[in-house]
């Protein structure tokens, strides 16, 4: 008696295996969302393969990582908090490498607010509230400490300092008026209609603005591909026009 089972379970070992759809995880620091977004879309349209996306402040992000949390591919706003997963064994040592820079720049309201002298910040702000990203623990805060340090305003503006868990966060704070400036990136106002730009801060009055991204030691080969992605001219083309810097070679 001929065993159909048998063939059947022959021709599908000779077949070629359909194709399995790959999810990868990506922790982001929240200056990222938005471009980042964009390319994971043009990506997943491409192969196929989905991408999950963690947007936060870079010191929550690197604590979930070194606490045990799943990620694959990680980009952070800050060396340090880099160099703390780094050492703690949480990252591919030899997948790490600078990807971009960004800009620190003072915020209002988009309608009624004149451009800031930063020599008379104090005067202009007055006791209004300066919304600002965590100023111990996450980059964009830290920072814009820095930079308010440098300037010689940190002392007199740290009472009127409100403090937001990510840089978006200090974002929303102004642009819903429950603060009447900010300090954030300078490609966190294209996501933003309502804010617009008051000053630029000098970039020598705080560390450089670079943002480290690695793989995982576990990282499946879909994630070193999307990693890929974000290095190629489209991806890069994707950052540039929403105001990000390359690093120098």
């Given at each position: 008696m001929f065993n159909w089972l048998s063939l059947g379970l022959g021709l599908?070992?000779?077949?070629p295996s359909a194709a399995i759809a790959e999810n990868v995880t990506v922790f982001a620091a929240a200056s990222l969302a938005g471009p980042l977004d964009q390319i994971a879309e043009a990506w997943q349209a491409e192969t196929g393969h989905s991408v999950t996306f963690s947007y936060a402040?870079?010191?929550?992000?690197?604590?979930?990582?070194?606490?045990?949390?799943?990620?694959?591919?990680?980009?952070?706003?800050?060396?340090?908090?880099?160099?703390?997963?780094?050492?703690?064994?949480?990252?591919?040592p030899a997948t790490r490498?600078?990807?971009?820079t960004n800009r620190l720049v003072?915020?209002?309201?988009?309608?009624?607010?004149?451009p800031v002298d930063l020599a008379d910040l104090p005067a202009r702000i007055g006791t209004d509230r300066l919304a600002l990203a965590l100023t111990e623990a996450v980059p964009a805060g830290i920072y814009a400490?820095?930079?308010?340090?440098?300037?010689?305003?940190?002392?007199?503006?740290?009472?009127?300092?409100?403090?937001?868990?990510n840089v978006r966060a200090a974002l929303r704070l102004v642009a819903?008026?429950?603060?009447?400036?900010?300090?954030?990136?300078?490609?966190?106002?294209?996501?933003?209609?309502?804010?617009?730009?008051?000053?630029?801060?000098?970039?020598?009055?705080?560390?450089?603005?670079?943002?480290?991204?690695a793989l995982t030691p576990g990282a499946?080969?879909?994630?070193?591909?999307?990693?890929?992605?974000?290095e190629n001219l489209p991806g890069r083309n994707v950052f540039l026009q929403a105001g990000f810097g390359l690093p120098v070679e």
């Open positions: 599908s070992l000779l077949l402040g870079s010191s929550a992000l690197a604590r979930q990582i070194e606490a045990g949390a799943p990620a694959d591919l990680v980009i952070l706003a800050s060396e340090d908090w880099m160099d703390v997963l780094d050492r703690a064994g949480a990252i591919a490498r600078v990807v971009l003072l915020i209002g309201p988009a309608e009624g607010e004149a400490r820095a930079a308010l340090i440098d300037l010689g305003h940190w002392d007199r503006l740290a009472p009127q300092v409100v403090e937001a868990d819903i008026g429950a603060a009447r400036f900010g300090i954030v990136y300078a490609t966190d106002v294209v996501q933003e209609p309502r804010v617009a730009v008051l000053a630029e801060i000098p970039e020598d009055s705080h560390p450089p603005i670079r943002y480290p991204m499946s080969r879909e994630a070193h591909l999307f990693a890929s992605q974000l």
